[in-house]
C-alpha cells in the first residue's frame, strides 16, 4: 500500500508544474486525498485536499490554503486512482518538498495532518530563475 509523488522539478517563478500522487495496493475512491508541503526549517503544511470520488459533484469538494489559493487547482483520475496537483504562477516562495497523503474519512475536503492514513515520499519542487 503506497502513494507515489512525481513531476517536482526546477521552474522559472511564473511558471508550472503539475504533480501527481498515485495509489498502489488500494483504492483512493474513499479517501480524502491532501497535497502538504514543507520548506526547509519549517512545519510540513497542507496546502490543498479533495474529498472522496461520491463528494465529486459537490461544489464544495475542494479546499485551498490561502497561500495557494487561485494559482493551484487539485482534481482527481478516479480511473488512473490518481491525483493531481496543476501548479499556476509559480513563486519561488513555493519551493518545497510536496507529499500527498490519504485519509479515510472522505467524505470531506478535510485533510488533518496528523491522521493522514498513508502518505507518499514526497517530490521536490524549486521555483528559481
Known amino acids: 500500500l503506497q502513494l507515489v509523488e512525481s513531476g517536482g522539478g526546477l521552474v522559472q517563478p511564473g511558471g508550472s508544474l503539475g504533480l501527481s500522487c498515485a495509489a498502489s495496493?488500494?483504492?483512493?475512491?474513499?479517501?480524502?486525498v491532501g497535497w502538504f508541503r514543507q520548506a526547509p526549517g519549517k512545519e510540513r503544511d497542507v496546502i490543498s485536499c479533495?474529498?472522496?470520488?461520491?463528494?465529486?459533484?459537490?461544489?464544495?469538494?475542494?479546499w485551498y490554503a490561502d497561500s495557494v489559493k487561485g494559482r493551484f487547482t487539485i482534481s482527481r483520475d478516479n480511473a488512473k486512482n490518481t491525483v493531481w496537483l496543476q501548479m499556476n504562477n509559480l513563486k519561488p516562495e513555493d519551493t518545497a518538498d510536496y507529499y500527498c497523503?490519504?485519509?479515510?474519512?472522505?467524505?470531506?475536503?478535510?485533510?488533518?495532518?496528523?491522521?493522514?492514513?498513508?502518505w507518499g515520499k514526497g517530490t521536490l519542487v524549486t521555483v528559481s530563475s
Open positions: 479533495i474529498a472522496n470520488r461520491d463528494a465529486s459533484t459537490r461544489g464544495d469538494n475542494t
Open positions: 497523503a490519504a485519509f479515510g474519512v472522505g467524505i470531506y475536503p478535510i485533510c488533518p495532518k496528523d491522521n493522514m492514513d498513508y
Open positions: 495496493g488500494f483504492s483512493l475512491d474513499d479517501y480524502a
